[in-house]
C-alpha cells in the first residue's frame, strides 16, 4: 500500500484498530477487560506488592514470556526491563492490528515513544558510592569502575530512545520515530501528536505508546523525596486523594495503533473506536490552574457532543493537589450539561506516568468497541454505576507534577467502521 504524503484539505478520521496491554492485570486487551470490567465472574481487585518496596505498596507487572515478543536473545539480553516491558507490548499492539509480519506497512509505519530517562544501574552506582566514601575511598578506583562499566551510551541509565530503537529493530517498524520524555505529559504529547499527524495526512499509520517499570528502587526513591508515593496500607485513587494524597506505581505497557479511517478500510481493519479530539496543556500549578486549564479545553473539545452521559476513564494519580483540581473540575460538568460517569483506572492497574494516557485510551477504546464499560473501581461515592454504556468517553491526564490534558473518543457504527 502506497503512502499519501499529501496534506488533505479535510481532517481525516483517527481510527484506533490495535491495542497492546501489559501490566500487573495480565497479558492483552481481553485479559484486561475481563479484569476490570467485573464481566468475568471475579471481584474488581487490583493486584499488589506489598512486601519488596515497604512501606510503599506496588502494582508488580505479571509473569512475561519475553521470547514470544522478543525472539532474538542478543536483543533481549541488552534491554532492561522497561525497555522488555514497552518491546514487548508494542509487539502485542502491532499483531492485535494484524500488522505483525507486513513489512510492506511497517515499513512506512510512523513511532512515538514516550518514554522516562531508562533505569540506573544499581549495582554500578553503589561501586562507585562505596569507592568515594568511608576509610577506603579511592577515587582513582571510582575512574575505573567508569570506565570499565558504562554503557556504550556513555550515560548511567539507559536512554530514552533505545526504546523506538529496539522497536525498530525487534518489530521491523522503520518509519519515522519519535521520542517524548516528561512523565505523563510524554504519553499526552505522543497521542497528541499522533492525532495531529494523522488528522491533518501527515500520516496514514502509526505506533504509539509508553512503558514503566515501576519495580525500581531508584524510582521509588526520586519520587519519594519529591514526597510523592502513598506509603501506607493501599487505597483506591479518590481514597487516596481524601486522606492526603500519593502515588502507587504501577508496571504497565501500553501501546495503540493509530491511522487514518481510510487506510484503515484499505487494509480492512477493524477499528476499536474513533478519537475525536484532544487538548494538552500546562501551569504552574498555583491554586485552581489546573482546573481552569481543563474548563477551558473541556469547552473546546466538547463542541458539537452530545449532552447527557458521558464517559470518563481517569488518569488520575492520586497526588493531592492535581487529583483534587481533577475532581473538582469532574464534578463541575453537571453545570454544562454532562453527567460524567467517572472511572479511574489507576485504582487496578497503579500510576505509569507516560504510559498512564496511552493505556487509559486503550482502556476507552476498549469499553466502546464493546458497547460496555467498567464497574465503578472506588469505594469513596466518587464513582456511581452506570444506567448504561456511555457512546463517548473522555480520558484524562492530570500530571501528579505539570501537565493537563484531554482525549475524547467515540464509538463507530457499523456503517462507519466499513
Given at each position: ?76 539480553r ?12 508494542a ?37 562507585v ?10 577515587k ?109 506505581q ?10 487514518s ?24 500549578r ?26 470518563v ?62 464497574e ?14 456511555p ?28
Open positions: 500500500m502506497k503512502r499519501n504524503d499529501a496534506m488533505s484539505k479535510e481532517n481525516a478520521d483517527v481510527w484506533i484498530t490495535g491495542i497492546g496491554l501489559l501490566s500487573s492485570l495480565g497479558e492483552g486487551a481481553d485479559v484486561h477487560w475481563a479484569a476490570m470490567s467485573g464481566k468475568s465472574g471475579s471481584t474488581v481487585t487490583p493486584v499488589l506488592d506489598n512486601e519488596n518496596y515497604a512501606p510503599y505498596p506496588v502494582h508488580p507487572l505479571v509473569e512475561v514470556d519475553y521470547a514470544t515478543q522478543i525472539q532474538k536473545r542478543g536483543d533481549l541488552q534491554m532492561e526491563p522497561w525497555q522488555r516491558i514497552g518491546t514487548y507490548t509487539g502485542l499492539a502491532l499483531a492485535d492490528a494484524g500488522l505483525s509480519g507486513d513489512l510492506d506497512a511497517l515499513d512506512h509505519m510512523d513511532m512515538i515513544v514516550a518514554a522516562g530517562s531508562g533505569e540506573r544501574d544499581a549495582e554500578m552506582d553503589q561501586k558510592l562505596e569507592s568515594t566514601t568511608g576509610d577506603n575511598a579511592n582513582g578506583n571510582s575512574n575505573e569502575i567508569l570506565k570499565s562499566e558504562l554503557r556504550p551510551t556513555l550515560f548511567l541509565a539507559q536512554l530514552s530512545n533505545l526504546l523506538a530503537g529496539n522497536i525498530s529493530i525487534v518489530h521491523k517498524v522503520t518509519g519515522s520515530s519519535r521520542t517524548y520524555m516528561g512523565e505523563e505529559l510524554a504519553g499526552l504529547a505522543s497521542i497528541e501528536n499522533a492525532y495531529n499527524r494523522i488528522s491533518k495526512g501527515q500520516s496514514d499509520l502509526m505506533l504509539i505508546g509508553g512503558a514503566n517499570n515501576a519495580e525500581r528502587k531508584d524510582s521509588l526513591l526520586i519520587f519519594e523525596l519529591g514526597q510523592n508515593l502513598w506509603g501506607d496500607e493501599f487505597k483506591s485513587i479518590w481514597e487516596r486523594a481524601q486522606a492526603g494524597g500519593g502515588l502507587v504501577g508496571s504497565v505497557g501500553a501501546f495503540l495503533v493509530m491511522e479511517a481510510k487506510h484503515a478500510k484499505a487494509r480492512g481493519a477493524k477499528p476499536y473506536a474513533k478519537l475525536s479530539g484532544i487538548s494538552s496543556d500546562r501551569c504552574r498555583d491554586d485552581g490552574q489546573a482546573k481552569d486549564n481543563l474548563d477551558r479545553q473541556f469547552d473546546e473539545l466538547s463542541k458539537g457532543m452530545q449532552k447527557g452521559t458521558l464517559g476513564l481517569s488518569g488520575a494519580s492520586g497526588a493531592k493537589q492535581a487529583t483534587a483540581e481533577e475532581l473538582a473540575f469532574l464534578q463541575g460538568l453537571d453545570d454544562k450539561g454532562f453527567q460524567p460517569v467517572t472511572r479511574a483506572y489507576g485504582s487496578m492497574m497503579g500510576h505509569s506516568f507516560e504510559a498512564q494516557m496511552p493505556a487509559g485510551l486503550a482502556l476507552a477504546a476498549l469499553a466502546l468497541s464493546k458497547g460496555e464499560y467498567l465503578p473501581l472506588d469505594g469513596s461515592g466518587v464513582e456511581a454505576s452506570a444506567d448504561a454504556a457512546e463517548q468517553i473522555m480520558v484524562t491526564s492530570v500530571g501528579h507534577w505539570r501537565g493537563e490534558g484531554l482525549a475524547l473518543l467515540t464509538s463507530l457504527d457499523s456503517k462507519e467502521a466499513k
